[in-house]
Each structure stands twice: as C-alpha cells, then as structure tokens.
C-alpha cells in the first residue's frame, strides 16, 4: 500500500477486504493532510462519490419491498406536476430505467445551472425538484432502454420521486432504510470533517490538502448521485450485505439490483464483470474511492484516496486487498 500511495504521491491511500465467515482486514498507510505529519487511522472517513448511487438504488429496493413505490412506477406519474413542460421521451421512463442508466438522460445539468445549488441547502426537496425540472426538459441522447449514458441527473430524479412519493428528504431516508439497519453509524454526507486534519482526512487537488478556490464538494442536491461519506468498516458492512444476500433484503429484490435490467453490464448501481465481480468507483475531483464484492468467492474490498490522483492506484488496492483475505 506504501509503494503505491508513493508511487502517485498521494497524501493517504487505504484498503479494507472481507471473506466470508473470516475477519475483515484493513490497511492504511500516509497523512491526512499532505505535510500535516497527522496519521490516517482505521476509523476515518472517506467521501465516496459515486459509490452512494448502488446506496440510493438499495433504498429504493427497501421501498419497493414496503409497497410505498414500485420499480415500474414512472417520471410522469411522480413528477408531472413538477416538471410540466418534461419532454415526452421521459414521462414512461421509470426507476429501471434510471437506475440502470438507460433513461436517455445526459449526464448532468450544464455547470453553470449546477452551481446555482448551493453546498447547503434550505429546502433540499424543493432542490431536487428544480434540478428534475431542468433535467428533464434537456434533450435526450438516445432513446430509453437502448441508450447507455452515465448519467447522475437520472439518479437524483429518481431521488425526488421518491421523496414526491414519501415526503421526506432521501437523506433522511436513506439513514433510516439503509445505514441504520446495517449499524453504518459513520455515515453522513458531504465532505468529511471540517478541514482540519487533527479530526479528519481532508480533500486534495493535485496533492494540495484543502486547495484554495475550489468548493469542497459537489452541491447538496447531487446527493444521491455521489456525496455520501463514511469510514471503510462501514462501507464493508454494505459491501458484505449485497455480498451475503443479507436479511437487509429478499432475494428477489438483490437479483434485481445485481442484474442489468436491459442488457449491458450495468445493473442497479453496480458494473457487473464476467466473472461475477460487481463493482464500482468515485470521485468529486478531490477524493476517489472504489469497492467490489463476489458473492461466488465470498469476498468483498474497497480502498480510498484522498485525492483523486489515485484512479490507478486506489483500484490496485482493492484487489490486493480482495487477494489478501
């Protein structure tokens, strides 16, 4: 793990992996801020960008199973009133579609209307309406269901309609459906910390810790796309629930989010591999992290940066560390 965080000069680099019915191990090696002499340890937090999507994709299992939405249930039917001048091409699309990146959305919103969302929000509900109201009137990049486009707009429409549905926040949601029955206390979202390495690992760009004129994340309402943070044994315990099947879920409900539901090898916040390895990775620029499980093998990884200079070298982590268990 040293080598390779020397290797990218990263400032911190750590890996966690576990087999089933065998420990969970974990590896940590450099600072918390680039030059702060302030250690990384066991129980730090990192952000895990898009990593929260296959999180958002797990609630909405959770709800599916409570009768509160069905998988089939469309943009139309919980956010016409919301997105009125929605193009056509979206009012049959549903959560299949959106989790599995087949909507024909684009990817995002343009930047400069992105921005508008602030850090913080007042009324992140109404947040995620407005970003659907813009999303939905862009043009779509290909039809539904035959179209791949990686998009996160699709993941926070799905996120309001949920919230439409449910009336509340998917942050608060999610705690309850998902973090809290699997005892994720660290869970939270947005950057980890404050800032200041004596309490957390803080962001990087380009080696910088903290580098001025840049935000620290990406806005409030993306949340449900990519702005989740927690510390690695906590990621482990989500790893291993879609590892094990767990009690989180009936069965029915893990085959759907591990099965690409129009061809391809995206399911529902996961890339499936050949080999039956379902994985996925993010960043926000100034954090990257990458996790994988094998419910054949019986083993689950993940490993984190803070800075996103690691895109190679985070990866090779975590499949040493898959190794290494």
Known sequence: LEAWRKAAELPALAAIASRRGGATQQWQTGERAAGSGILVEPGDLWH???????MTATLAARL??????GWDDTVAQHLGAVAPQMREAYRDVTFRHLFSHRSGLPANISP??????????????????????????????????????????????????IE??????????????????LKMASAGFGPPGDGDPKRQPVRHLNRVPNAPNTVPDNPAVL???????????????????HRDRAALLKAESWRVLHTPPFG????????VRPDGTLWHNGSNTQWYAAMQFNSARGVSAAAASNDALGQAMVPAAMHSAAEAV
């Open 48 to 54: 895990l960008g898009s990593n929260t999507k296959p």
């Open 112 to 161: 400069a209307d992105l921005m508008k969302f602030g850090q913080v929000s007042a009324d992140i509900m109404a947040d995620r309406r407005a970003y659907a109201a813009q999303a939905l009137v862009q043009e779509p990049i290909g039809p539904k269901a035959t179209t791949f486009e990686y998009s996160n707009s699709g993941y926070i429409i799905a996120a309001a309609m």
């Open 164 to 181: 439409a549905k449910l009336g509340q926040p998917w942050e608060v949601l999610i705690r309850a459906q998902v973090f809290d029955p």
């Open 64 to 69: 599916v199973e409570q009768g509160k939405i």
């Open 264 to 271: 391809g090898d995206y399911a529902f916040g996961w890339i």
């Open 223 to 241: 949340g449900p796309a990519g702005r989740v943070h927690m510390s690695l044994p906590d990621l482990a315990l989500f790893l291993d629930a």
